[in-house]
């Protein structure tokens, strides 16, 4: 069985990086046709030949073939942290395959980036070898990565916290892993882990890696997926409640791939869910693993029947970002008696902050746009914005999401910030009002000429 | 254990039920649309039953005149004939239309109203809960909307086409019904098919002061009746061509709400329903 390893503890005159630049350059030698090739794989989580990292691609497999295998990620649902295993754990078998050919080791595996990891003080830089040299005889580099350090609030795990593996926000409190969905190439409400660091750290590097497009181009994607699959494991062994679905159409959902001989795969869900049963099996470094969690009928029962979150404000209109700070007012109702307000987002009867959480709807836009920072009711008169600050949203696949295709409705994309510490600390302020939230949105870096952002709707939900 | 504490379990016990059914109805307000399509399948089975018994003809309305009494659901079109061609054609127009819309509305709850779900939830959990029947209400209305529109294209195309072509034998009549149905296998081969499959999914924001409320839900309605409409419109329109068979309604019916919720939008599995269909209305053609 496999260990992937964090890529920062792997010893001196450790080869596992050489040989992974080297499987990627052979990779990249392979036609676009061959399922085995870098731009196969790297398509199979996103493609669109009209960007310029795509360029020279052609030529491409049929249509039909694209239909079945390229374009499949799953974001904004329930599978996405199922899919992006099953797809590493090909990925990872055909470079494997690529080492071993090359005359390399046969038990290459896939290290990973633990970004978040506060006792190594390089962690939020990408490592050397993926810079260095910073140019085309460097199979790990590639070229337009706008960041290779990530700011260290955007690979905080507070994810982790959160108890239910499946939830929308609005229906449900807020999940781990997603709202249940269907096929969802980008559509519902993005989960904790999926949001952040997962959709952080993929635009704060930005250039192919900020759309998913483009992403799995980046040598670096994988590293950051491989620790992405790696906090599912860690999530599942916190227990106390965290467990995975139990519904027959997250467990049985079939989806494909493509093996080492480059031949058709599937695996469903129920398939991957202990990483030591997955193709010839892994562990992570340092992460024990057991069997999953067992579930029990009781915990889909209870939340089947807990009461859905109520909207308590809305805006009236759409809000459009910029490269300044937009501010949006949620609108109120005139009439006292259909008054909408925030006062429901105390909950007395049991002395505790109610789950309060800021829905980002119907999100639609073009390019890459940066990482924005969100506050409410910030003061106009500067102080410590810090203690105002709400949370982050990266709108990682915004264009993809904006545009009707085999793949996605064109709604646009969802996201969700928990509020409830923030609004119960602001209420103790003098300037607290129960009808009025003002929720300030702020870029975190200058905005490319080609970016834009279009929010459909800001709305409040409470228990 | 002391009484108080068998007191309030005795409470819990018969709360939780009730709670747990509350629950289940603000958690699925797609109820609303399926409780409504029962309700047009009790009419539509109700009246097949009355006029079956009468004709021997299990359809809805095709023809009728305004001369006389005309029986909405399950007449022959034949025994109507000889009176229906008295009357000038604009006549003719309006009574098809006035006569015919009801039935294409009660068929329009009693099919598409099931494929509702999500965006029904979309609505419902964009309100508040005191909002969500309104909600739903204007997303409703917004969808009959739209097919009601399509409703008349589709009397009038019938109607025009009743007139050019006049009475047709048994035989090509289940003919034509038949094509329409192979039609709308290929349609499922149409590379831009997934595409509008998608779009069946979509969202929009909805507002949620005053009358702006209603009003984007309408809107949300029609645009959700012409992307239902822009999937489901060659199999509705057989259903016009067969005069609203009631059983093929129901295998219809069955047939697209199999492929809404339980196929892929690039699965072609609701292609070979519809061959198999339109084999089968070829045959009893036939026969």
């Known amino acids: 069985m496999k260990e992937r390893k964090n890529v920062y503890l792997l010893p001196a005159g450790d080869t596992t990086l050489a040989w992974y630049s080297k499987a990627v350059v052979e990779m990249k030698k392979r036609p676009t046709t061959d399922p085995t090739s870098w731009n196969y794989q790297a398509a199979m989580h996103g493609f669109n030949a009209s960007l310029s990292f795509w360029r020279g691609a052609a030529p491409l497999p049929s249509q039909t073939e694209q239909n079945q295998y390229w374009n499949q990620c799953q974001h904004g649902s329930w599978f996405f942290l199922p899919w992006h295993r099953m797809y590493l ?9 690529t080492i071993v050919k090359l005359g390399g080791p046969a038990d290459w595996a896939l290290p990973y980036w633990n970004y978040s990891d506060t006792s190594n003080p390089n962690a939020r830089t990408i490592p050397p070898a993926f810079t260095n040299p910073n140019n085309a005889t460097n199979g790990l580099w590639i070229t ?3 960041s290779d350090t990530i700011p260290p609030r955007y690979v905080t795990l507070g994810a982790l916290n959160t108890i239910p ?12 892993g997603g709202p249940e969905t269907g096929f969802s190439h ?7 882990l999926e949001s952040l660091p997962h959709d952080m ?7 192919a890696m900020g759309d998913p497009r483009t992403a799995a181009l980046d040598p670096i994607f994988w590293l950051h997926h491989a620790n992405i699959d790696r906090l599912w494991q860690v999530w599942l062994n916190m227990a106390g409640g965290r467990i995975n679905p139990n519904k027959s159409s997250w467990l049985d959902y079939n989806f494909y791939f493509h093996n080492a001989a480059g031949q058709s795969a599937q ?7 202990d990483t030591r049963q997955v193709l010839s099996g892994y562990t992570y470094q340092g992460v024990p693993v057991g069997g999953p969690t067992l579930r029990t009928a009781n915990a889909l029962q209870n939340a089947d029947f807990s009461t859905p979150l109520e909207i308590t404000a809305a805006t009236n209109q759409g809000v459009t970002l910029g490269s300044a700070k937009t501010v949006a007012h949620l609108g109120l109702n005139a009439s006292p008696q259909k008054a909408v307000n925030l006062a429901a987002t105390t909950n007395s009867a049991v002395s505790k902050p109610a789950l309060t959480i800021l829905h980002f709807e119907n999100v639609t836009g073009k390019g890459v746009p940066p990482i924005y920072d969100v506050y409410l009711n910030e003061p106009q008169n500067g102080g410590d914005k810090e203690s105002y600050y709400a949370g982050s949203v990266s709108f990682f696949g915004v264009e993809e999401a904006s545009t009707p295709s085999v793949h996605q ?11 409830s510490d923030l609004v119960n600390k602001l209420r103790s302020s003098p300037n607290w009002k129960d009808q009025q939230l003002d929720v300030s949105i702020e870029p975190s870096r200058a905005v490319d000429a080609d970016a834009s952002v279009n929010i459909g709707r800001i709305s409040v939900y409470s228990e | 254990m002391s009484a108080d504490a068998g007191v309030a379990a005795n409470s819990n016990s018969f709360s939780f039920p009730a709670e747990k059914m509350r629950m289940l109805i603000i958690k699925h307000p797609e109820w609303w649309a399926w409780f409504l399509s029962l309700f047009a399948w009790v009419l539509i089975v109700g009246n097949l039953f009355t006029n079956a018994h009468q004709t021997g003809h299990l359809s809805m309305i095709t023809y009728c005149t305004p001369r006389g009494i005309v029986k909405v659901l399950g007449h022959s079109p034949f025994e109507l004939h000889a009176v229906w061609k008295e009357e000038p054609v604009s006549s003719r127009i309006l009574t098809t239309i006035r006569t015919g819309l009801l039935p294409w509305m009660i068929m329009v709850v009693a099919m598409m109203f099931p494929l509702l779900n999500e965006p029904i939830k979309h609505v419902a959990f964009s309100v508040k809960r005191k909002d969500m029947d309104l909600g739903i209400g204007g997303f409703l209305i917004g969808y009959i909307i739209t097919w009601t529109a399509v409703g008349v294209m589709f009397l009038l195309l019938s109607f025009f086409l009743n007139l050019i072509i006049g009475d047709l034998s048994h035989f090509a009549s289940a003919l034509i019904t038949a094509s329409g149905f192979l039609l709308a296998a290929v349609f499922i081969w149409h590379p831009g098919r997934p595409i509008k499959m998608t779009k069946c999914g979509q969202t929009a924001p909805i507002r949620i002061q005053g009358w702006h409320l209603f009003l984007d839900s309408l809107f949300y309605g029609v645009k959700m009746g012409f992307n239902c409409f822009n999937t489901c419109w060659v199999p509705m329109a ?25 196929l892929p939008h690039t699965s072609k599995f609701t292609g070979y329903a519809w061959m198999v269909v339109a084999a089968t209305l070829f045959i009893i053609g036939i026969l």
């Open chain 1, 89 to 97: 754990a090909y990925f990872e078998q055909i470079v494997a395959a």
């Open chain 1, 144 to 146: 337009g990565r706008v």
């Open chain 1, 165 to 176: 593996y499946t939830g929308d926000g609005r229906t449900s409190p807020l999940g781990f």
């Open chain 1, 186 to 192: 980008s559509g519902g409400t993005h989960g904790q």
């Open chain 1, 201 to 207: 750290v993929h635009v704060a590097i930005g250039g």
């Open chain 1, 267 to 273: 695996f469903t869900s129920k398939q991957v869910e």
């Open chain 1, 409 to 419: 409705s064109g709604s646009g994309q969802h996201y969700a910030l928990d509020i």
């Open chain 2, 238 to 262: 057989a259903l016009v061509l067969a005069h609203h068979n009631i059983p093929l309604m129901f295998i219809v019916t069955a047939v697209i709400i199999h492929d809404r919720y339980l």
